[in-house]
T-cell receptor, first 114, second 108 residues
Framework: ETGVTQSPTHLIKTRGQQVTLRCSSQSGHNTVSWYQQALGQGPQFIFQYYREEENGRGNFPPRFSGLQFPNYSSELNVNALELDDSALYLC?????????????FGSGTRLTVV | RKEVEQDPGPFNVPEGATVAFNCTYSNSASQSFFWYRQDCRKEPKLLMSVYSSGNEDGRFTAQLNRASQYISLLIRDSKLSDSATYLCVVPNAGKSTFGDGTTLTVKP
């Protein structure tokens, strides 16, 4: 059974650029959620995808967008990067969209915006 | 008020001590709750789930008080390897809300 894998592990971008982060979900999991974790804070929910459709969204602006593919892998896209977007971005897969069985997290992508 | 609140700590305890963390939540409709452990610069990992009044797994006990809307995590006989940040998680309708975590340092 493969776990959740994310790429890249680290990334440095310039303010105003665009970035795409990738995630492969755990085998058998059809739901993927993305979280942003700033230093010293808990993960903040960005959005969730279930069967290729957005299934819930947190308090993030439209420049944060995503996709889920038929194999349940997912992408997070962020346009017009701002300095405050610097954070650890975590992908989590789960058996259900409700999260009632917990999540398996990938090791994250650490994004630095300069 | 935040949806999920935790005492940030840090909690500094000697090996062998018993330590407890509390977490309060605002959404009374939530049915399941989780504790995750996060080591420095690593991803969160599921530690325990709580679906009814409580759950015990070795040295770890999680309890739920629905009337007062809080969950707790008790760690007995603390080990150096228990040093980490403990995150309280409350799922609700496709979104899981994390607390900001409680940091525990266990010292020799």
């Amino acid at each position: 059974e493969t776990g959740v894998t994310q790429s890249p592990t680290h990334l440095i971008k310039t303010r105003g650029q665009q970035v795409t982060l990738r995630c492969s979900s755990q085998s058998g999991h059809n739901t993927v959620s993305w979280y942003q974790q700033a230093l010293g804070q808990g993960p903040q929910f960005i959005f969730q995808y279930y069967r290729e459709e957005e299934n819930g969204r947190g308090n993030f602006p439209p420049r944060f967008s995503g996709l889920q593919f038929p194999n349940y892998s997912s992408e997070l896209n962020v346009n017009a990067l701002e300095l405050d977007d610097s954070a650890l971005y975590l992908c989590a897969s789960s058996l259900t969209g409700t999260g009632s069985h917990g999540y398996t997290f990938g090791s994250g992508t650490r994004l630095t915006v300069v | 008020r935040k949806e999920v609140e935790q005492d940030p700590g840090p909690f500094n305890v000697p090996e062998g001590a018993t330590v407890a963390f509390n977490c309060t939540y605002s959404n009374s409709a939530s049915q399941s709750f989780f504790w995750y452990r996060q080591d420095c610069r690593k991803e969160p990992k599921l530690l325990m789930s709580v679906y009814s009044s409580g759950n015990e797994d070795g040295r770890f006990t999680a309890q739920l008080n629905r009337a007062s809307q809080y969950i707790s995590l008790l760690i007995r006989d603390s080990k150096l390897s228990d040093s980490a940040t403990y995150l309280c998680v409350v799922p609700n309708a496709g979104k899981s809300t994390f607390g900001d975590g409680t940091t525990l340092t266990v010292k020799p």
